[in-house]
């Protein structure tokens, strides 16, 4: 078992690997690189995603978001965010479709606001 | 008379000989013959018993034997002791070789005394010796006495009674001789012809045929073929060859000599040589037939007929040319003619026994004195011809002259001088090329001739006439300069070379050969004779040698020396203008290594140079223009601060010198590539008023002025010059103009400068990145101006007049957001959307927050707001449009600013699809699965 502090550095040092190369299409890494995160790592990986963002570096930021993803499947902020990321500056209707979806499946409450936007999106893809 | 016969006698002294032979023959006593020196009178015979003469004599005097025998001779009565005495008397002295006999008084007494004792013998029978003797000697005392008669009566007796006596042949000599003396000829023809047929007495024989031919001669023409005979058998006598007529001496001579003349007289007498030649002709050919011809010609010139002379020697030389005498004839001829005062006759003949021997193995076949002779004559005929040719200024006659000094100088010992001759002859005549022939041959194959050097100098003459066509004679300048070295080689001090050679320096200087014009010169400055002026001359013409082929430092070097001769006051013929030409070619020479030095980089070698032609031409052009190249070299190596310093240092000193216009152009050029623009441009500043145009070096100012930072000064000068009106004629010419305007929008410049800059772009066929850039920019803010104007116009009442203020603000936004487009669509794509959006959006805005007119009701009220909304809603609808349009462009990967404000304004128009807080997570402790 690795401690949080050596998970951590493991973390750090995989997103900024991928924000380096991010630019640069690489190919999918092996299943067996995939890294379980644990919960400070999902935040702090979640919150660097969102400063790409905000750099307008959005590819980068869709792409450390899909790690978190790997990383954490089942936390729904990154769903939630790779789906804004990907409707409002990448364009990619269909994946913010999905994350929106899985989002909603992950969160316990009925959020009318996300489901608005499912029924939109569904409607501009049809 | 012939040379090698006997020492030649003159005309007239032969005719003398003549004269005095007929006197002698005349005139002597009847024994006394005088035959020359060995011709012994009876008086000197010896009686055959005398044989003691040579004994030796007593120790006595012969003087005192002589008295002795003379006081016998006195004191005796005895005939045979008297005759006996009177003998020895006569011995003594022949022994002794002193006078010790009696003077002639005495001695005829002595014989007088002696014929009574002669008788006396005779008489009384006793004589003991030869009778024969006896009467010789009686004989001989008879003629002594002067008994001519009686003489011949013993001689007679002596021959008749003892003709075996070897006494008679003298004895019959005697009689002939005693008949020839008293004009009895054919008597005497008939005496002499029996001495010479008898025996003995052949020492007579001679003389008696001489004196029989003289017998015959004497008795007229008749007998002349018969004299011509007997003469010309003593002549056989004496002269059997060749040889011995070398050999003839003494009285023999004589004889030959009064035999040759009478053979001349007879012949002369009648038709002269062919009378000579049929007497010849019968006795056959002899040796010393020329002897008679010679003897003839002499015998005419004498009588003065001296035609006939010379026919005769012409005669003899004609059947004769080969004879050894043949020069003799020819040359007695022009004596004959001398003689005579036949000047012309006399040349004729000289140039007769000039041509005669002209070929060279007649002429080696001449004795040295007729050799001589020969050149004598060729000699004297050449400057005949000379002197005629002179008086006459006829070219034939110095032809001829040249003819004879020509063929004189192939044989003179010592032929310089007569070769010279020849060539003066020869270029009287317009005969260059011989001319010159002879006096290379005096001045080049002549040894110890002191006249070498003119001989040479007169050839050279003829080769710079003929160069100059002075003269009808084609030379050339190699061929002239050729024979100047040959001179110079062989006259190497003559004062005449150094002038000659610096003539021909420049010469080949004049025709563009400058390696010979340097050899020429050259050879000047070799010579110690060189004199100034002709060094000068070399001088200069090294001068223009070096400096055509570009090396300045001799030519400045030769110059130099040249001007140094100038100042000397050694020249005399150096014009003011000549020393500043020189002065002006150094300075020159100076200027160009100035030139070469600067080519090769060597800044401080020319800046040098330049410097120092001043010192050569002070305040001359040239000197000038040193100056200007010096900065110039200076620019050329980049030396900025010392350019400038020589620049402004040559602007103070020359200012209204023409090259002083370019000093501007040059530090601005200095001060621009050193790093000063500012002071460029003020330089630039300086000179444009002086232009007619003064906007391009104000314009290179500004630019100058921004690449220093001095803004204010470059705004100055663009606001100036786009205030002109300036319409680009190139695309140059327009980005130039844009470029101003933009620097002006930089500097803060009013709104105006954008409107030019994108009407220009508008209205140009030329374009460019940057000034489409600069236009776009333009445009874009006075787009940014008008949405300004637009947003602040509120829209009241009535609706109608705001509302169409609004709409004209919004068209003239739109049409500079759509210009910005047209310039760099890509640059400022975005942000025209998202303006042109927000126009939208902002007029949508403004219209449904419009105020209500007051006087409306409710019902009026809340219609006019649904209005309002419908009027509005299009707007809105576009403003959507437009900023999705420019989120849009996130597909192609252009996000900036104004996609995100674009956004950022959906999410208020349509928040619906656009309005999306994303989610910030935070770290919330939980406890480590694994604590």
């Known amino acids: 078992m690795m401690t949080p502090d050596v998970r951590l550095c493991a973390l750090l040092l995989m997103i900024v690997t991928l924000a380096g190369c991010a630019s640069r299409p690489e190919p999918e890494p092996p299943k067996e690189a995939v890294v379980a995160l644990d919960g400070q790592a999902v935040v702090t990986l979640n919150n660097r995603a969102l400063s790409l963002k905000e750099e307008g570096r959005f590819r980068e930021a869709a792409e450390l978001l899909r790690t978190g993803i790997r990383g954490a499947p089942e936390t729904p902020e990154l769903h939630y965010n790779l789906a804004v990321i990907s409707e409002l500056y990448l364009l990619d209707l269909d994946n913010a479709l999905t994350h929106y979806r899985r989002y909603r499946s992950l969160t316990e409450q009925d959020d009318k606001l996300v489901a608005g936007w499912i029924a939109d999106l569904e409607r501009r893809l049809q | 008379m012939m040379p090698g016969y006997y020492r030649r006698y003159s005309l007239l002294a032969a005719g003398a000989v003549l004269t005095a032979m007929t006197t002698l023959v005349s005139a002597q006593e009847s024994f006394r013959v005088e035959l020359g020196s060995d011709g012994e009178t009876i008086a000197d015979m010896r009686p ?13 005097s012969p003087a005192e034997v002589a008295r002795r025998y003379q006081r016998l001779f006195d004191s005796t009565d005895e005939p045979e002791v008297r005759i006996d005495a009177l003998n020895r008397l006569a011995n003594i002295q022949q022994a002794s070789g002193q006078v010790v006999q009696p003077d002639d008084a005495e001695e005829q007494r002595l014989y007088r005394e002696a014929l009574g004792s002669y008788e006396s013998v005779i008489e009384r029978g006793s004589f003991h010796g030869k009778l024969d003797e006896l009467l010789y000697q009686m004989a001989k005392a008879h003629a002594f006495v002067g008994h001519g008669e009686e003489s011949i009566q013993r001689l007679k007796q002596l021959a008749g009674l003892y003709p075996r ?5 003298e004895a019959r000599f005697r009689i002939a001789e005693s008949a020839f003396a008293a004009g009895r000829y054919a008597e005497a023809e008939a005496a002499y012809g029996q001495l010479i047929a008898g025996e003995g007495g052949d020492s007579l024989k001679t003389k008696a045929r ?14 002349w073929p018969r004299a011509a005979a007997s003469f010309l058998a003593v002549l056989d006598q004496s002269m059997p060859t060749l040889s011995h007529i070398g050999q003839v001496q003494g009285s023999e001579r004589e004889v030959i000599d009064d035999t040759l003349r009478v053979m001349a007289l007879m012949a002369a007498d009648r038709d002269g040589a062919p009378t000579l030649e049929a007497w010849l002709a019968q006795a056959g050919d002899k040796p010393y037939d020329y002897l008679l011809f010679d003897r003839l010609a002499d015998h005419y010139a004498n009588q003065r007929r001296y035609g006939d002379s010379v026919a005769v020697s012409r005669r003899y030389v004609n059947d004769h040319p080969d004879h050894s005498a043949a020069p003799a004839f020819l040359a007695q001829a022009v004596d004959v003619w001398k003689l005579a005062g036949e000047a012309d006759r006399a040349r004729e003949a000289r140039k007769e026994y000039v041509v005669a021997f002209s070929d060279d193995a007649d002429y080696r076949r001449l004795t040295p004195n007729y050799q001589q002779l020969w050149q004598t004559f060729a000699h004297r005929l050449g400057d005949f011809y000379y002197d005629l040719g002179e008086r006459t ?20 010992e010592a032929p310089g001088e007569t070769l010279r001759l020849a060539g003066d002859a020869r270029l009287q005549a317009a005969q260059y090329d011989q001319a010159l022939d002879n006096y290379r041959h005096a001045a080049y194959h002549t040894s110890g001739y002191e006249g070498g050097a003119d001989a040479a100098w007169a050839a050279m003459t003829i080769l710079r006439d003929g160069l100059a066509n002075r003269i009808d004679h084609a030379a050339t300048l190699p061929e002239l300069s050729a024979e100047a070295e040959k001179f110079g080689t062989s006259y190497p001090a003559d004062l005449r070379l150094p002038a000659l050679y610096a003539d021909i320096a420049n010469r080949w200087l004049e025709r563009g050969e400058p390696v010979y014009a340097q050899e020429f010169a050259e050879y000047v400055h070799r010579l110690e004779a060189s004199t100034p002026e002709e060094r000068y001359s070399a001088w200069l013409v090294l001068g223009e040698v070096h400096y055509t082929a570009a090396d300045y430092r001799l030519a400045e070097h030769a110059w130099r020396e040249a001007d140094r001769l100038i100042g000397s006051g050694s020249l005399t013929d150096v014009t003011r203008a000549d020393a500043e030409s020189v002065r002006r070619q150094l300075a020159t020479a100076v200027y160009r290594q100035g030139e070469v030095a600067q080519t090769a980089g060597e800044t401080d070698n020319a800046v040098a140079h330049f410097q120092r032609v001043d010192s050569v031409l002070p305040g001359s052009d040239i000197a000038i223009k040193g100056r200007y190249d010096a900065a110039n070299s200076l620019l050329l190596a980049n030396r900025w601060q010392a350019a400038v310093n020589e620049l402004v240092r040559f602007r103070s000193d020359f200012p209204a010198h023409p090259l002083t216009g370019s000093i501007s152009d040059k530090l601005v050029l200095a001060y621009t590539s050193s790093g000063q623009p500012v002071r460029a441009a003020s330089e630039l500043m300086e000179t444009a008023g002086k232009e007619a145009d003064p906007w391009p070096r104000k314009l290179r100012a500004a630019e100058l002025f921004h690449q220093g930072q001095a803004a204010e000064r470059r705004d100055t000068l663009y606001r100036e010059y786009l205030a002109t009106g300036p319409e680009p004629a190139s695309a140059e010419e327009h980005i130039r103009l844009q470029t101003m305007r933009s620097r002006l929008m930089d500097s803060g410049a009013t709104s105006d400068y954008r409107q030019q800059m994108v009407r220009a772009e508008l209205n140009s066929d030329w374009h460019s990145e940057q000034t489409l850039g600069w236009a776009a920019v333009a445009a874009m803010e006075l787009g940014r101006e008008a949405a300004e104007e637009f947003t602040g116009i509120e829209l009241g009442h009535p609706l109608e007049q705001s509302l169409a203020r609004k709409q004209a603000a919004l068209q003239r936004a739109q049409e500079r957001f759509a210009q910005a487009e047209q310039f760099d669509q890509q640059a400022v794509r975005s942000e025209t959307l998202y303006r042109r959006a927000e126009l939208y959006r ?35 609808e576009k403003a959507i449009e437009l900023h999705a349009q420019n989120h849009e462009l996130l597909a192609n990967g252009e996000y900036s600013e104004w996609v995100e404000k674009s956004l950022q304004a959906l999410a208020e128009l349509f928040p619906g699809r656009y309005d999306r807080e994303v989610q910030w997570m935070s770290w919330k402790g939980e406890p480590n699965d694994d604590a």
């Open chain 2, 842 to 876: 902002v007029l949508a805005r403004d219209l449904m927050s419009s105020a209500v007119p007051k006087e409306l009701n409710d019902l009026e009220r809340m219609q006019y707001q649904m209005l309002l909304e419908e009027e509005a809603y299009p707007f809105e």
């Open chain 2, 48 to 60: 055959v018993f005398l044989t003691y003469e040579s004994r030796p004599m007593p120790a006595i």
């Open chain 2, 165 to 169: 006596s070897p006494l008679v042949p």
């Open chain 2, 210 to 223: 001489y004196m029989q031919g003289w017998s015959q001669y004497k008795q007229g023409s008749g007998a």
């Open chain 2, 393 to 412: 200024s006829q070219p034939r006659h110095f032809a001829n002259a040249a003819k004879f000094y020509e063929a004189l100088s192939n044989r003179a």
